[in-house]
């Protein structure tokens, strides 16, 4: 069965300081997508990042980064010199490949204090 | 605005009443999905359809609910004899077609019950 866990309910960290986000996935297939959204408070859905399982390679953007590690099951991610902006709620996903359906995490909500 | 819109953003509706809500995908987007957000959570599959055809349906979504995309472009998702647990956001997500994963969310229709 699919599953995302995303053990950190709520984070807060100053400005500037680096946070991560942790998600931990479950799936039996071989091929599978992994995700990541931003949701701010306006409530719409902002699309990050998508990593396929054949690419286990760090991804950089700015100051977002993404550690993927197959061997733990394990997509986190991580947010370098943080910004009040960036205070949102993150969401972790997974889908199967064939199975059209995006599984959500339950997300981290994080907070970001000036 | 070229992207996913949702129509109402909001409702309040009495418990029993009939609610209906509209989602107008990205133009060129075949596949469209709707997903249900509660409190706290992240977002669950409800449904998806590959142009006017109705694909899967998740165990979420009870008789009272039902959706139709008639002429494959916008789509309708009514709930009858609303309950206090439909209080949730609705949200629509489009895609492109083999590019199923590349799902581009609105902004949600929050559904208040009183």
């Known amino acids: 069965a699919q599953k995302v866990t995303q053990a950190q309910t709520e984070i807060s960290v100053v400005e500037k300081e680096d946070v991560t986000l942790d998600c931990v996935y479950e799936?039996?297939?071989?091929?599978?997508?992994l995700f990541w959204y931003k949701q701010p408070p306006s409530g719409e859905l902002v699309f990050l990042i998508r990593?396929?399982?054949?690419?286990?390679q760090n991804e950089i953007s700015g100051r977002y980064s993404w550690n993927f590690q197959k061997s733990t099951s394990s997509f986190n991610f991580t947010i370098t010199a943080s910004q009040v902006v960036d205070s949102a709620v993150y969401f972790c996903?997974?889908?199967?490949?064939?199975?059209?359906?995006?599984?959500f995490g339950k997300g981290t909500r994080l907070h970001i204090l000036p | 605005d070229t992207g996913v819109s949702q129509d109402p953003r909001h409702k309040i509706t009495k418990r029993g009443q009939n609610v209906t809500f509209r989602c107008d995908p990205i133009?060129?987007?075949?596949?469209l999905y709707w997903y249900r957000q509660t409190l706290g959570q992240g977002p669950e599959f409800l449904t998806y359809?590959?142009?006017?055809?109705?694909?899967?349906k998740s165990r979420l979504l009870s008789d009272r609910f039902s959706a139709e995309r008639p002429k494959g472009s916008f789509s309708t998702l009514e709930i009858q004899r609303t309950e206090q647990g439909d209080s949730a956001m609705y949200l629509c997500?489009?895609?492109?077609?083999?590019?199923?994963?590349?799902?581009?969310f609105g902004p949600g229709t929050r559904l208040t019950v009183t």
């Open positions: 997500a489009s895609s492109l077609g083999v590019n199923y994963y590349e799902q581009y």
């Open positions: 799936t039996r297939d071989t091929t599978y997508y």
């Open positions: 990593r396929n399982s054949f690419d286990e």
């Open positions: 996903a997974l889908s199967e490949q064939g199975d059209d359906k995006i599984i």
């Open positions: 133009s060129e987007h075949n596949r």
């Open positions: 359809f590959q142009n006017e055809a109705q694909l899967e």
